[in-house]
Structures are given as structure tokens and as C-alpha cells.
């Protein structure tokens, strides 16, 4: 899998994360929420965790790009056009969201939850988890790029 650099814009990715902040300040100030992803699907699976309000985030999650697609066909993912996943694509696929999972549990939240909502909140946690969790990424990438020579991950 690889990123298409030739197709990005700053203005794309202005605007996502313009609708992102948006969307969790809406839920902050709506439902008093954080829109932490991990908790919100972590706690559907709990029977106090129920809400409507999760069940409809979710479902906005998911139905959003499939309702955009349609409308903006250059914004479609190639992957989805034409899937080129192999066996070893799908282990590590499967491996790095364990991973991604355990580590949210460990630091009571995910990147949404700590880096978008908790540092808007100047919340000195959110702050060192998403130290944490910033400079294990960069650690990763430098580690498996010397190993692999500088193959993607």
C-alpha cells in the first residue's frame, strides 16, 4: 500500500481536519463527549455503553465516504477500485490493530482522543500520551527503514 503524494493538497487535509475539530467540538458541547474512537467502539460492546448516540457516530464513520464517494469520484481510494491486499499485507494489517488496540487501552485512549480532543483541552495526559505514542511512530519507521533499507512500511 502506498500514498498517492502526487494527488495531496494541503487545502484536502486542511479541510479534514477542519471537519474533524468540528465534529468533536459538536460532540463536546451536544452530548459532552469526547470523540475518542477506541472508547466510542470499545464501550458499544459494553451494555451500559449502548447510547444512540454511539450507534449513530459509528454509522457516521462509515457511511460518509461511501455517501461521498458517488459525489467526489476522485476522492475514492485506489485500494477500493482495484484491492491488491496479499497474505502478508493482511498479517500485518491484523497485527498493527492489535497493537493499535492494546496500546489504547494501555494509554486510556486513542490518537483522536488524546491528540484532537485532550490537547484542546490542554490536558497534561493527552499531552504525554501523545508524546508517547508520536515518538514510538518515528522510532518504528527509523528502526524498520534501516533494517529494510528504506522500503516502505
Do not use: K
Not at 34 to 44: D, E, Y
Not at 95 to 103: D, E, K, N, T
Not at 122 to 143: D, I, K, W
Request: charged letters at 10%; one cysteine or more.
Amino acid at each position: 500500500m502506498e500514498i498517492a503524494w502526487s494527488q495531496f493538497t494541503p487545502w484536502h487535509a486542511l479541510a479534514g481536519g477542519a471537519l474533524i475539530g468540528l465534529a468533536a467540538s459538536l460532540l463536546l458541547l451536544v452530548n459532552g463527549r469526547i470523540a475518542g474512537i477506541s472508547g466510542i467502539l470499545g464501550n458499544l460492546l459494553h451494555h451500559e455503553g449502548r447510547e444512540p448516540w454511539r450507534w449513530a457516530f459509528v454509522a457516521g464513520l462509515l457511511l460518509a465516504p461511501l455517501l461521498l464517494w458517488p459525489l467526489v469520484p476522485a476522492l475514492q481510494p485506489a485500494a477500493l477500485v482495484a484491492p491488491t491486499f496479499s497474505w502478508p499485507d493482511l498479517l500485518r494489517l491484523l497485527a498493527g490493530g492489535f497493537l493499535i488496540g492494546y496500546g489504547t487501552r494501555m494509554a486510556n485512549g486513542c490518537t483522536s482522543g488524546h491528540g484532537v480532543c485532550g490537547l484542546a483541552r490542554l490536558s497534561p495526559r493527552s499531552l504525554v500520551a501523545v508524546l508517547s505514542f508520536m515518538t514510538a511512530g518515528f522510532l518504528t519507521v527509523a528502526v524498520w527503514r534501516s533494517l529494510t533499507g528504506g522500503l516502505p512500511l
